[in-house]
């Protein structure tokens, strides 16, 4: 049983090496960059098994022309064997010269799929049946006009909060006849913020000024909705709210005041967090600056040494998921 274990985790090993031996070769070949553009060094062609059991088809039929000398079997062999050898060349172009450029992303919920922009130029003539794909992905199938540009958005699914840079792309192509595989990786550097996902819970009570918890309270601001009193006239106030009434009783010329009420802005911190870990903590936030966005409340955010001052607007609210999603990952930019 110990040896077992010992031969699998050399087995393991020898693996990880491996994959760490190719992907750095990779970078030396194809280096990571905003646009690449396929030539030899960055295309890889190899016969598919439809290819395989094609070859294997001809040797079965060169070694029946030998046996019987039969120059009609020893035609149609060689015959075969060129339209082999072209389809080869056609799999290799239908890659060749082609340009992809990555045109970026927007953020995300921890969980939910990244969709990142990408355009293929291809000068000169149509490429066909061009599949694009990650592990564990399922790819997607595409042609690419000739002297245009083709758009394309691509979903990559997101796992945890940070910023994302997905695994080498991978372009395909079996065109013609699918004997041949002609394929490369690309990193094309892309970075895609993403956030904690969001977890629903009460929004929490205000922090009164000794500390205590303490309900919102609502503010009066001048306004249109309950009458609150008079005030002496100042220039500038509307007509409409001139109390005419005590004007003409030589009170003098006064304004009516009318209030309604404004709600206190909202402080949020990791204090007012329950949970398991401090994921769950921060997806609390998460839930709240969305909550109380969408209520059109202002609020803060108190997390470690950065406070981002109440207020509302997509700005406000990008920033402050942005704080969350980076939040001890020891990188803000």
């Given at each position: 049983?110990?040896?077992?274990?010992?031969?699998?985790?050399?087995?393991?090993?020898?693996?990880?090496r491996?994959?760490a031996?190719?992907?750095?070769w990779?970078?030396?070949?194809?280096?990571?960059?905003?646009?690449?553009?396929?030539?030899?060094?960055?295309?890889?062609?190899?016969?598919?098994?439809?290819?395989m059991?094609?070859?294997?088809?001809?040797a079965?039929?060169l070694?029946?022309?030998?046996?019987?000398?039969n120059?009609?079997?020893?035609?149609?062999t060689?015959?075969?064997?060129?339209?082999?050898?072209?389809?080869?060349h056609?799999?290799y172009?239908?890659?060749a010269?082609?340009?992809?450029?990555?045109?970026?992303?927007r953020?995300?919920?921890?969980?939910?799929?990244?969709?990142l922009?990408?355009?293929?130029?291809?000068?000169?003539?149509?490429?066909?049946a061009?599949?694009?794909?990650?592990?564990?992905?399922?790819?997607?199938?595409?042609?690419?006009?000739?002297?245009?540009?083709?758009?394309?958005?691509?979903?990559?699914?997101?796992?945890r909060?940070?910023?994302?840079?997905?695994?080498?792309?991978?372009?395909?192509?079996?065109?013609?006849?699918?004997?041949f595989a002609a394929?490369?990786?690309l990193?094309?550097?892309?970075?895609?913020?993403?956030?904690?996902?969001?977890?629903?819970?009460?929004?929490?009570l205000?922090?009164?000024?000794?500390?205590?918890?303490?309900?919102?309270?609502?503010?009066?601001?001048?306004g249109?909705?309950?009458?609150q009193?008079?005030?002496?006239y100042?220039?500038g106030?509307?007509?409409?709210?001139?109390?005419?009434?005590a004007?003409?009783?030589?009170?003098?010329?006064?304004?009516?005041?009318?209030?309604e009420?404004?709600?206190?802005?909202?402080?949020?911190?990791?204090?007012?967090?329950?949970?398991?870990?401090?994921?769950?903590?921060?997806?609390?936030l998460?839930?709240?600056?969305?909550?109380?966005?969408?209520?059109?409340?202002?609020y803060?955010?108190?997390?470690?040494?950065?406070r981002?001052?109440?207020?509302?607007?997509?700005?406000?609210?990008?920033?402050?998921?942005?704080?969350?999603?980076?939040?001890?990952?020891?990188?803000s930019?």
């Amino acid at each position: 049983m110990a040896t077992q274990r010992s031969a699998g985790g050399v087995s393991s090993g020898w693996r990880a090496r491996g994959r760490a031996l190719h992907q750095r070769w990779l970078k030396r070949r194809i280096p990571a960059a905003q646009q690449v553009t396929l030539d030899h060094r960055r295309i890889f062609i190899l016969p598919s098994r439809a290819g395989m059991a094609f070859l294997l088809l001809l040797a079965i039929l060169l070694v029946g022309a030998i046996n019987y000398e039969n120059s009609l079997v020893y035609g149609l062999t060689f015959l075969l064997l060129s339209l082999f050898w072209v389809a080869l060349h056609h799999s290799y172009r239908n890659l060749a010269g082609i340009s992809l450029r990555a045109t970026g992303g927007r953020p995300v919920f921890a969980g939910e799929l990244v969709p990142l922009g990408l355009v293929l130029l291809s000068p000169g003539r149509e490429r066909q049946a061009l599949r694009l794909s990650w592990p564990q992905v399922a790819p997607q199938q595409l042609d690419v006009s000739a002297d245009g540009e083709t758009s394309a958005t691509l979903y990559y699914p997101s796992q945890r909060r940070g910023w994302l840079q997905p695994e080498r792309l991978r372009i395909e192509t079996r065109f013609p006849l699918g004997w041949f595989a002609a394929w490369s990786l690309l990193d094309l550097n892309w970075r895609v913020l993403v956030y904690p996902r969001p977890v629903q819970a009460p929004l929490p009570l205000q922090r009164s000024g000794n500390g205590q918890d303490e309900a919102p309270q609502a503010q009066l601001a001048e306004g249109a909705d309950d009458f609150q009193g008079l005030r002496h006239y100042r220039p500038g106030d509307s007509r409409r709210r001139l109390d005419w009434r005590a004007y003409s009783r030589g009170q003098g010329l006064h304004s009516k005041v009318f209030a309604e009420p404004q709600q206190q802005s909202q402080w949020l911190d990791l204090e007012q967090t329950t949970g398991a870990d401090l994921e769950q903590r921060l997806g609390m936030l998460t839930g709240w600056v969305l909550a109380l966005e969408a209520a059109g409340r202002p609020y803060g955010l108190a997390l470690g040494n950065l406070r981002q001052a109440p207020a509302l607007g997509e700005a406000h609210r990008d920033a402050c998921l942005r704080a969350l999603a980076l939040y001890g990952l020891g990188d803000s930019a």
